[in-house]
């Protein structure tokens, strides 16, 4: 795979337009927001989970596309582009997420299995192409994954089974935050949590607004109606996939040095 392409494709050209806010689909919730996201003392919350449930049951189905900001903890901030497709697909586009920060990336979920592809913009017009790095609906590698992909759909599951190992907490909206927010967090410290701990916002409709894991804080910042399905933005090719670390450096020979 070829890298180095600026984020982020003509659909997420389209989201950066100031008027597509006003064309978002549903009536965005307002909800006072403040900088503490504190979960109250006490534990696992009923009336949080359930709200948690039927919020993360709606997102499901919820078929649309949206613009984040994700903001490492270093305070570098990076483009998201979600698109969610009515028939499960999806595919996130991520700014500078892999290769040493230094080049964008899409991961996109099919019925063929999980894809790393590069990415086309204008600035720099390649042919898209991709790696399949996972069988659908299993995690990328670690080694091969911007981390922010499985915020949207690879822990709805877990979200909605009321026996999972999850303590669930509804609290403050994170800051700037639109719908309901909950603290999760796993119940057993002996466990490998079963999904990114951390605090999750969902508008009413399902779609999520904001995220706060160990790798960074997600807002969202506009929103339209999704695809009916999400393709691959080029075809699939053997080879190794990018890695999200940087590449060696390349030695260059000393000037006037002898060959071996």
């Known amino acids: 795979m070829r890298p180095r392409s600026r984020l982020l494709s003509a659909s997420?050209?389209?989201?950066?337009?100031?008027?597509?806010?006003a064309g978002c689909s549903g009536t965005p919730?307002?909800?006072?927001t403040t900088a503490s996201s504190q979960p109250p003392a006490g534990g696992d919350d009923p009336d949080?989970?359930?709200?948690?449930?039927?919020?993360?049951t709606l997102a499901q189905d919820k078929a649309y596309a949206a613009l984040y900001t994700l903001t490492g903890g270093d305070g570098r901030q990076r483009n998201v582009v979600a698109t969610i497709g009515a028939d499960g697909t999806w595919r996130v586009d991520v700014s500078d997420a892999v290769l040493g920060g230094t080049t964008d990336v899409s991961i996109v979920s099919t019925a063929a299995g999980v894809f790393q592809c590069t990415v086309s913009s204008?600035?720099?017009?390649?042919?898209?192409?991709?790696?399949?790095?996972?069988?659908?609906?299993?995690?990328?590698?670690?080694?091969?994954?911007p981390q922010v992909e499985r915020l949207f759909r690879q822990w709805l599951p877990v979200f909605t089974d009321r026996q999972s190992a999850l303590s669930v907490t509804e609290v403050e909206p994170l800051?700037?935050?639109?719908?309901?927010?909950?603290?999760?967090?796993?119940?057993?410290?002996?466990?490998?949590?079963?999904?990114?701990?951390?605090?999750?916002?969902y508008a009413r409709d399902g779609v999520l607004t904001a995220a706060r894991v160990d790798f960074g804080v997600l807002k969202l910042v506009s929103q339209v109606t999704?695809?009916?399905?999400?393709?691959?933005?080029?075809?699939?090719?053997?080879?190794?996939a990018m890695s999200t670390d940087a590449p060696p450096a390349v030695v260059q020979p000393s000037v006037g040095a002898s060959p071996a």
């Open 12 to 21: 997420a050209a389209a989201l950066l337009v100031p008027a597509v806010a």
């Open 29 to 32: 919730e307002t909800t006072p």
């Open 48 to 56: 949080g989970r359930a709200d948690l449930i039927a919020r993360a």
């Open 122 to 145: 204008p600035s720099n017009p390649i042919t898209p192409t991709c790696v399949r790095v996972a069988d659908a609906g299993k995690r990328v590698p670690k080694e091969y994954s």
């Open 175 to 201: 800051k700037g935050a639109q719908g309901a927010c909950f603290s999760i967090d796993s119940i057993s410290a002996a466990l490998k949590a079963p999904v990114d701990i951390g605090i999750y916002c």
């Open 226 to 240: 999704g695809p009916a399905t999400v393709a691959l933005p080029g075809p699939e090719v053997p080879g190794q």
